[in-house]
């Protein structure tokens, strides 16, 4: 609905520009002929209200397709690197029947991380399809 009044909005002001610019051009220069194809495309150049109609339906447009991207899953993608120092590992040396050495845990100086995680609305209580129908 909101995109039906703006192209109407549209063609009002383009109506508006061509017609006072073909009188405005009668009244200060001489007669030339001026095609209307001519006259189209200088009311499109010079109207403000005509350019401010037409990105306020572009805006529209990015916001309809903005709600209906949201139906689409979404995918993010992280991840991250850490060096730390190095340090001796813990390790605990066993009594006489044993005699071994246990490291308790071993000097891991790489970290890596990486993180995948898929996002996809399941119920949003209509927020997504009444945003569309406004």
Do not use: H, W
């Not at 845990?105 to 997504?128: C, E, K, M, Y």
């Amino acid at each position: 609905m909101k995109l039906k009044n703006n192209l109407i909005m549209i063609c009002i002001a383009f109506v508006c520009a061509v017609a006072s610019y073909c009188v405005d051009n009668e009244s200060k220069t001489p007669e030339v002929p001026v095609n209307l194809d001519d006259c189209i495309e200088l009311g499109l150049m010079d109207s403000s209200i005509l350019r401010s109609a037409f990105l306020d339906s572009r805006s529209a447009e990015a916001l309809l397709a903005e709600m209906r991207m949201q139906y689409v899953p979404s995918i993010i993608v992280s991840g991250g690197y850490t060096r730390l120092s190095e340090t001796d590992p813990a390790e605990i040396t066993l009594p006489a029947p044993l005699n071994s050495t246990v490291t308790l845990s071993p000097s891991i100086t790489d970290n890596f991380l990486i993180n995948v995680a898929l996002q996809q609305p399941l119920f949003t209580g209509f927020r997504i399809s009444s945003g569309i129908k406004q």
